[in-house]
């Protein structure tokens, strides 16, 4: 579509002295109203609608521009379709995987996300926050970004304590079952529900917490190494199975003296006071004062995050540094970006929080301190149970139905999450997520392996030609402002509507429209091969796997 929306621009340019924006020429809601519209006549002193009127009138069809109309203000242009498919088509297919990449931009981003803790769970809300920073990472990075993905993991605290209190207590000499990851989660769980019920129980947990990491006690130090690798153990299998990948693996406990040190240091400088023995920082009015370091010495969360910002600062290099968690930290995170300017961090103010909402089961919220938590592996198991049900229901003799129900019941699970937008709550319902005729990975899967599937069965050569197919070219040649809407929002679920839409278009191409067998098959089969490459690309940026078949 850029190089029409060029043409376009051109004439515009021509006939007002004008710049024009390529961003500014749109698509018009039908194809009857033309192909690309501008709104130039907004911007030219005079009534929009009798300029728009004018200009139709003055700028004569030439190239592959057609006709030009006004519609009330706007001005809108028609292109040779013809020449459009053709050109769409070779495009795509001559770009293949870089088709819709944008220009290389000479920014760092670094999107943290996931960020689970250790001896808790890994759960709905954290395949949420994973989808979504995977997601988003992969979209700036096409979008021409140097990204770099980071995960940041909570493997000290006193969530750690309480867990290894309550299993040295009531577990002891148990041995712990294959998967060690969730065990520990749900003496996490325990641990959180007895100090609720017994306040007694505080200051035993408290007595752990401080042998471990005042004292640094050999022998809690030894079981927190051991019972902190279950956990990764478990969480790098959750990532294999989700398909996620990360280039740095930042951990709190790295940062956490550094970060007490650091904090120290700062005291008396600025707004940076003392307070009954705590470090605080003064952020004004609005923003309150802000915890540096507690009383006791010992570090905050936000002890961590501050030399955390600093590292991904000065050793990554970063220039835009985007964190991807839960709703519930928004205001923390306000107050962090506010601390860090004014304790003179430069890229202060390219710092970015992206929250995301709940995920609800119908059932009610769930609340991992009462341990009523979704676990990541029974979710998938589940959807790999009723994936696996639909097979057999409609295609037994499928191969490999272990491997796809995988791919199709991870996919709908991540399709799910990133369909909505990421600032709205989620209830999550199995019917909904795996409808194979909804808004659903499985439908988006499914529209890939179509493709896929009539490409092998006619076994003839794509070849771009002229076809009758302008709503899917149309579909097609919006790919790459999908990836720009969706980088520059920071909106993944802009790409997965996108799929949603391009998948419904390919369904309606495949009903009106014989391929195999007919006239113009090695031109309609080019049609079939843009949507394969788009639909993949698409795809790959959400994280989401294809099987071949399904
Ligand atoms: N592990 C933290 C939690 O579970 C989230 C970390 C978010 N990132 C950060 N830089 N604070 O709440």
């Known amino acids: 579509m850029k190089q029409f929306k060029q043409e376009v621009a051109k004439a515009i340019e021509k006939a007002t002295g004008k710049h024009v924006d390529l961003q500014d020429l749109t698509v018009p809601p039908n194809p009857e109203m033309g192909d690309v519209a501008s709104k130039i006549a907004f911007t030219m002193g005079k009534n929009p609608k009798e300029t728009a009127e004018e200009l139709a009138k003055e700028i004569k069809p030439s190239g592959p521009i057609t006709e030009v109309k006004a519609f009330g203000p706007f001005l809108n ?35 943290e996300f996931s960020q689970p803790n250790t001896h808790k769970a890994f759960h709905i809300g954290h395949i949420r926050g994973t989808a979504l920073g995977f997601a988003l990472a992969n979209i700036l990075e096409h979008y021409g970004y140097d990204v770099i993905k980071a995960n940041y993991q909570g493997d000290t605290g006193a969530h750690v304590a309480k867990c290894l209190w309550c299993m040295q207590t009531f577990h002891a000499g148990e041995k712990p079952p294959e998967n060690k990851g969730k065990w520990l989660a749900g003496i996490y769980a325990e641990a959180t529900q007895k100090i609720n019920d017994n306040p007694e129980y505080e200051k035993d947990y408290k007595q752990v917490f401080h042998k471990l990491f005042f004292d640094k006690d050999p022998e809690l130090i030894e079981l927190w190494k051991k019972t902190r690798k279950w956990s ?85 290099g970063v220039d835009t540094s985007i964190y991807i968690t839960g709703a519930e930290q928004k205001h923390y995170f306000n107050q962090l970006f506010a601390a860090l300017k004014e304790l003179g961090f430069e890229k202060a103010d390219k710092c970015v929080h992206i929250p995301y909402g709940l995920v609800i089961l119908p059932e009610g919220k ?50 799910w999450m990133l369909h909505t937008s990421n600032n709205k709550d989620i209830v999550f319902e199995w019917g909904k997520a795996l409808d194979f005729n909804g808004e659903t990975g499985p439908y988006v899967q499914y529209a890939l392996v179509r493709c896929r599937s009539i490409l092998e069965k006619s076994g003839k050569q794509p070849k771009a030609g002229i076809v009758k197919a302008h709503d899917l070219l149309v579909m097609l040649s919006n790919f790459p402002d999908a990836v720009e809407n969706a980088a520059k929002s920071h909106s993944p679920h802009l790409l997965a509507q996108y799929t949603y839409l391009l998948a419904n278009e390919l369904n309606k191409f495949y009903t009106t429209t014989k391929v195999i067998g007919s006239d113009n098959e090695e031109a309609l089969l080019a049609v079939i091969k843009a949507t394969e490459i788009v639909m993949a690309n698409a795809l790959h940026l959400l994280g989401i796997r294809a099987p071949e078949k399904m």
């Open 232 to 316: 990764l153990d478990e969480f790098v299998k959750i990532y294999s199975e989700m398909g996620i990948k990360f280039d740095v693996n930042f951990f709190e406990s790295d940062v956490e003296q550094k970060g007490v040190d650091y904090v120290k240091a700062l005291e008396g400088k600025g707004k940076v006071f003392e307070d009954d023995g705590a470090l605080v920082i003064d952020l004004g009015e609005k923003l309150g004062v802000f915890l540096l370091l507690r009383n006791d010495g010992t570090a905050l969360y936000s002890t961590k995050d501050i030399i955390l910002a600093k590292k991904k600062f000065d050793e990554y």
């Open 77 to 111: 242009f028609f292109v040779d379709r013809d020449m459009f498919s053709k050109c769409v088509v070779e495009t795509i297919i001559s770009e293949g995987k870089n088709y819709g990449k944008g220009e290389k931009k000479k920014e760092k981003v670094m999107v």
């Open 366 to 415: 769930m609340k991992s301190r009462e341990g009523k938590v979704i676990f990541y592996e029974d979710l998938a198991a589940k959807a790999k149970e009723l994936v696996l049900k639909e097979i057999e229901k409609k295609n037994p003799d499928l191969e490999d139905k272990e491997a796809v129900a995988e791919a199709v019941g991870i996919g709908a699970l991540k399709f």
